[in-house]
Nanobody, 122 residues
Framework: QVQLVESGGGLVQAGDSLTLSCVAS?????????VGWFRQAPGKDRDIIGD????????????YYGESTKARFTISRDNAKNTAYLRIHSLKPEDAGVYYC??????????WGQGTQVTVSL
């Protein structure tokens, strides 16, 4: 089992940047987990922002982003801290919602956090 806890959400102003954290704990080795970030806007489905895996053989992490998010979103991870990050640049009101992280050992996300709320004011 893996437990995920997101943090860093809150009320921010449009144009600001924000970093969300996702701390993992439990029986899985963090470096072996792929971590995805998702956003669920009010009244909408949960959409994937991107994903990051640790590429041990090349000593570099690999990240994947959706077309609509790659310009202003940056996903990173610190395997020593069992933590993944999502940095959102130049926040817009449409970025508001609940942000979730999820972890996977293969292609499907098996573990989910409880989410952290982001509210963007003008």
């Amino acid at each position: 089992q893996v437990q995920l806890v997101e943090s860093g959400g809150g009320l921010v102003q449009a144009g600001d940047s924000l970093t969300l954290s996702c701390v993992a704990s439990g029986g899985r080795t963090f470096i072996n987990l792929g971590v995805g970030w998702f956003r669920q806007a009010p009244g909408k489905d949960r959409d994937i922002i991107g994903d990051i895996i640790a590429d041990i053989s090349w000593a570099n992490d690999r990240t994947y982003y959706g077309e609509s998010t790659k310009a202003r979103f940056t996903i990173s991870r610190d395997n020593a801290k069992n933590t993944a990050y999502l940095r959102i640049h130049s926040l817009k009101p449409e970025d508001a919602g609940v942000y979730y992280c999820a972890a996977r050992t293969h292609s499907s996300y098996e573990y989910w956090g409880q989410g952290t709320q982001v509210t963007v004011s003008l």
